[in-house]
C-alpha cells in the first residue's frame, strides 16, 4: 500500500470522528499534492481544526472527538503548544498534527475555504497555496516551494487571488522560476 493511501485512510478515520463531534476541520501538506498528483509518495500531513462558539480551544475539541477511539492515541505537549494524533491501525502508525484554524488556515472552514477529495475535506487551492506561502516565507523549504509550484502551476485558474499575500507571491517566484508563469497568468485574469 503506498504511502498516500495511508495517510488518506488514516485522514477519513480522523475525519469521522470529527465530522460525528460537529467540528469542522480540514487536512493541508504535501498529501493534497500527492493526491492531486495521483502520486503514491507523500509525506505530509496535518488537520487544521476550528475552535467552538464558547472559544473552546481546537485542541481541546479534537481531543474530546477522539478520545476513546481504539484507533487513536493522542500526544499533547502543552509547553510546545503541539497536538498529535497517531493512528495506529496502520504499521508503521500514522502521525497527524492537528493546528488551530486561523494560525494555519482559514480561520473559519467552511465551503468557501474547504473542498472535498475522495470524500475527505481539504483546503481549496486558493488556502493550501496560502498556507504554504506562509509556511515558506517562515521555513525556506523545498518541498513547499514544489508544493506551491505544482498546485500554482496546474490550478491557477481556480485561485483567488485575493487570498494570496502579493508580496511574499512575488518573492517566492523571484525565487522559483517554474511558478512564474502561473502567477504572471493569475495576474492577468485578475487585470493586475
Given at each position: 500500500?503506498?504511502?498516500?493511501?495511508?495517510?488518506?485512510?488514516?485522514?477519513?478515520?480522523?475525519s469521522l470522528l470529527l465530522y460525528n463531534a460537529g467540528i469542522?476541520?480540514?487536512?493541508?501538506?504535501?498529501v493534497l499534492t500527492a493526491v492531486l498528483a495521483n502520486s503514491?509518495?507523500?509525506?505530509?500531513?496535518?488537520?487544521?481544526?476550528?475552535?467552538?462558539?464558547?472559544?473552546?480551544?481546537?485542541?481541546?475539541?479534537?481531543?474530546?472527538?477522539?478520545?476513546?477511539?481504539?484507533?487513536?492515541?493522542?500526544?499533547?505537549?502543552?509547553?510546545?503548544?503541539?497536538?498529535?494524533?497517531?493512528?495506529?491501525?496502520?504499521?508503521?502508525?500514522?502521525?497527524?498534527?492537528?493546528?488551530?484554524?486561523?494560525?494555519?488556515?482559514?480561520?473559519?472552514?467552511?465551503?468557501?475555504?474547504?473542498?472535498?477529495?475522495?470524500?475527505?475535506?481539504?483546503?481549496?487551492?486558493?488556502?493550501?497555496?496560502?498556507?504554504k506561502l506562509n509556511a515558506w516565507v517562515i521555513r525556506g523549504?523545498?518541498?513547499?516551494?514544489?508544493?506551491?509550484?505544482?498546485?500554482?502551476?496546474?490550478?491557477?485558474?481556480?485561485?483567488?487571488?485575493?487570498?494570496?499575500?502579493?508580496?511574499?507571491?512575488?518573492?517566492?517566484?523571484?525565487?522559483?522560476?517554474?511558478?512564474?508563469?502561473?502567477?504572471?497568468?493569475?495576474?492577468?485574469?485578475?487585470?493586475?
Amino acid at each position: 500500500m503506498h504511502e498516500t493511501r495511508r495517510l488518506l485512510e488514516a485522514a477519513t478515520a480522523l475525519s469521522l470522528l470529527l465530522y460525528n463531534a460537529g467540528i469542522p476541520h480540514a487536512f493541508y501538506g504535501s498529501v493534497l499534492t500527492a493526491v492531486l498528483a495521483n502520486s503514491p509518495l507523500s509525506d505530509e500531513i496535518f488537520c487544521i481544526v476550528e475552535g467552538g462558539q464558547n472559544q473552546l480551544h481546537p485542541f481541546r475539541r479534537a481531543r474530546d472527538a477522539v478520545t476513546g477511539s481504539e484507533d487513536f492515541t493522542i500526544t499533547h505537549s502543552p509547553w510546545t503548544n503541539r497536538l498529535h494524533v497517531t493512528y495506529r491501525r496502520q504499521i508503521p502508525a500514522i502521525d497527524i498534527e492537528i493546528l488551530p484554524a486561523g494560525e494555519t488556515g482559514p480561520r473559519h472552514l467552511d465551503t468557501s475555504t474547504v473542498m472535498k477529495i475522495q470524500a475527505v475535506p481539504f483546503l481549496t487551492v486558493s488556502e493550501f497555496i496560502r498556507a504554504k506561502l506562509n509556511a515558506w516565507v517562515i521555513r525556506g523549504s523545498d518541498s513547499d516551494a514544489q508544493d506551491i509550484s505544482y498546485v500554482l502551476g496546474r490550478y491557477w485558474n481556480r485561485v483567488d487571488i485575493n487570498r494570496i499575500t502579493e508580496q511574499d507571491m512575488n518573492v517566492f517566484v523571484s525565487r522559483n522560476a517554474a511558478a512564474a508563469p502561473a502567477w504572471a497568468a493569475l495576474r492577468r485574469k485578475y487585470g493586475m
